[in-house]
């Protein structure tokens, strides 16, 4: 290779190398900041379901969870899948609905237990959903999450829907996910409870259309759009719920 040549790819690789480190640089700024931007919503979301956990209605449904039961990440809290299930379950069964999102966000299963299930012994729902989890995977040990998940079936309504995780796609992430799934598989099918199949909904979505278009700001909480694919894992469960107790509605 002649001297003008070697000089010519060396910069190519030069500047390619250089566009990919200000492109991960980029994106990882945008993270950050989109990261602070929702934490400025928490507060937001929480009191808003506090409002209205307080209104009447002729059904109600309880949620369980984290940050994705409080909506963060969607234009507005209703925007959610919590928010999602509440509006088909007033539009299919023509009544009100009163909604207690008992959802904290950044709750794993111990807060759960601790915070949300205390609660939930003085309710009567309708409907419940489940979907917790996700932020167990960074310190994932499979004997507590069992263990600790077990406590939470252990509290639940015969009728509880409950999710398994969403998927993470990639890395070691995803391998606990799946690990994780696998312990949420064999408690709902040893307590009879529906599974809502969260996996499944959002890995088939694929990683680059989740990042392009159904990602928040932060690039891990979904948008409206992620949200709707979160809800069509529990639309289909809530609709079975009162074709089987025709007499709560």
Excluded: C
């Amino acid at each position: 290779m002649n001297r003008t040549l070697f000089a010519i790819v060396a910069a190519a690789i030069a500047a390619t190398a250089t566009t990919a480190w200000l492109t991960v640089t980029a994106f990882h700024r945008r993270r950050q900041n989109g990261s602070k931007r929702l934490a400025l919503t928490l507060p937001v979301h929480s009191a808003w379901w506090r409002e209205h956990a307080q209104r009447e209605g002729e059904l109600l449904y309880v949620a369980v969870g984290d940050s994705a039961a409080q909506g963060i990440g969607a234009s507005t809290p209703h925007r959610g899948y919590v928010g999602t299930v509440a509006a088909h379950l007033r539009k299919t069964t023509g009544k009100s609905v009163r909604v207690v999102n008992l959802s904290v966000s950044g709750s794993r299963l111990r807060e759960t237990l601790e915070s949300q299930v205390p609660k939930l012994a003085g309710l009567t729902p309708d409907v419940i959903t489940v979907s917790i989890g996700a932020n167990d995977i960074a310190t994932f040990d499979g004997v507590r999450f069992d263990r600790e998940l077990r406590k939470l079936a252990n509290a639940l309504p015969p009728h509880a829907i409950v999710a398994d995780l969403p998927s993470f796609f990639f890395g070691e992430a995803e391998r606990r996910v799946r690990l994780a799934n696998g312990i949420v598989h064999q408690v709902v099918g040893e307590r009879g409870f529906a599974l809502a199949p969260l996996y499944r909904a959002t890995r088939r979505q694929g990683a680059a259309r989740v990042a392009l278009n159904q990602a928040a700001a932060d690039f891990f909480h979904p948008n409206d759009r992620g949200y709707r694919v979160w809800a069509s894992a529990f639309l289909p469960l809530i609709d079975r719920v009162f074709e089987s107790l025709p007499t709560r509605v």
